[in-house]
């Protein structure tokens, strides 16, 4: 029997610092998120982010809460229920950090008799701290738990029609209403070092301007170069004007170089050279959450505003349009029929 685990990355349970802590301990301990030696991680987050970050960052989430909860599971939530009503084959959710978690969404298919699971990361594009982690975490759960489950992994479709379809319709739409000058393709940033850990040519990814445009095998675990291949064919699917569109890294942190431009930085050059209306739209990430509602929403906004722009329009993520869950459900359905996710550009 087959089933389908939907993984995303997760959320405190409240805007409680105690839960924030909880959360943010969880998330920042994960060796793919903080690649330290654990003492250092362990110094690192134990003896200074938690002591310091969970209050702050609970004021941000108090800023984005909704009744019904945290945004990312209610929307994550609305997607799982909508795709389930489309499909014929169970679909749990987890979270890779927090509840429900990849050992909870395991479980439950195997109560109801799932063998074969296709594992469904909810990123577009690959990175360590995101898909990878995911993969790692959901292949030892089985071995140690569900040995008789078979895995089938979603690749990422950063690049596939179906997602790039659905994320410049939502773009358009979103236009219609606005007189932006200038779009901008905000991605969650990751070190320059994680780029770099993940070329499987080792010698590929030398983040030089170049790397990224030129043909290699390293690209099929490239988040920078897979971002970048986003903004370009959304630009395509859009028909943008060269100069009116780019590309920009949010949520640094530490002191380690990041990809670059950085966006908060982007956003107030943007302003000061005298471009008045902006949108952002956030492709690295599919359900609104903390980054983009608080980060982009309000953060990037009052920096933009405060440097003389004047219309600032957010893009929100796809969520649970119907284009995406009618998008999920046939790349599961035809999972389902064939044993393989969707092929690339179908």
């Known amino acids: 029997m087959k089933g389908v685990l939907m993984v995303n990355l997760g959320s405190p349970e409240s805007t409680d610092p105690k839960d924030v802590k909880k959360y943010l301990g969880e998330f920042l301990m994960d060796e793919r998120v903080i690649d330290v030696p654990q003492w250092a991680r362990t110094l690192l987050v134990k003896g200074i982010i938690l002591n310091t970050r969970p209050k702050q960052s609970a004021k941000a989430y ?6 019904e909860g945290s945004p990312l599971i209610v929307l994550s939530e609305r ?6 009503d489309m499909t014929s084959i169970p679909i749990a959710l987890a ?3 927090g509840k429900p978690s990849i ?7 195997y109560d109801q008799g799932v063998d074969e699971v296709l594992l469904m990361p909810m990123y577009p594009q690959y990175a ?3 898909t990878e982690t995911i993969v790692v975490l959901a292949d030892e759960l089985r071995n140690q738990h569900f040995p008789d489950i078979k895995f ?8 596939h029609d179906d997602y790039i379809r659905v994320l410049g319709t939502s773009i358009a739409e979103k236009l219609q209403s606005s007189n932006y000058e200038h779009l901008l393709f905000s991605y969650h940033g990751v070190p320059e070092r994680h780029i770099r850990k993940s070329d499987i040519t080792n010698g590929h990814c030398k ?4 790397c990224c445009q030129t043909p290699s095998r390293a690209h099929q675990y490239c988040y920078r170069h897979q971002c970048y291949k986003t903004t370009e064919n959304v630009a395509k699917f859009l028909k943008l004007k060269e100069g009116t569109y780019g590309t920009s890294f949010q949520s640094r942190l530490g002191f380690d170089p990041w990809l670059k431009p950085p966006t908060d930085r982007t956003v107030e050059k943007l302003a000061k050279d005298g471009i008045k209306n902006i949108a952002i739209v956030t492709p690295a990430f599919v359900s609104d959450c903390l980054e983009t509602l608080e980060e982009i929403g309000m953060e990037a906004k009052e920096i933009f505003e405060e440097n003389g722009g004047e219309e600032f329009t957010f893009i929100p993520c796809i969520n649970d349009r119907q284009d995406w869950v009618k998008t999920l459900s046939r790349w599961i359905d035809e999972w389902a029929l064939k044993g393989q996710p969707a092929e690339k550009n179908a």
């Open 152 to 159: 089938t992994v979603v690749p990422p479709f950063y690049d």
């Open 95 to 97: 979270m890779r950090y």
């Open 79 to 84: 997607l799982r229920d909508k795709v389930n």
């Open 62 to 67: 108090q800023k984005i809460w909704w009744e």
């Open 207 to 210: 983040i030089d301007g170049s």
């Open 128 to 130: 360590m701290a995101t």
């Open 103 to 109: 050992y909870d969404g395991l479980k439950e298919l």
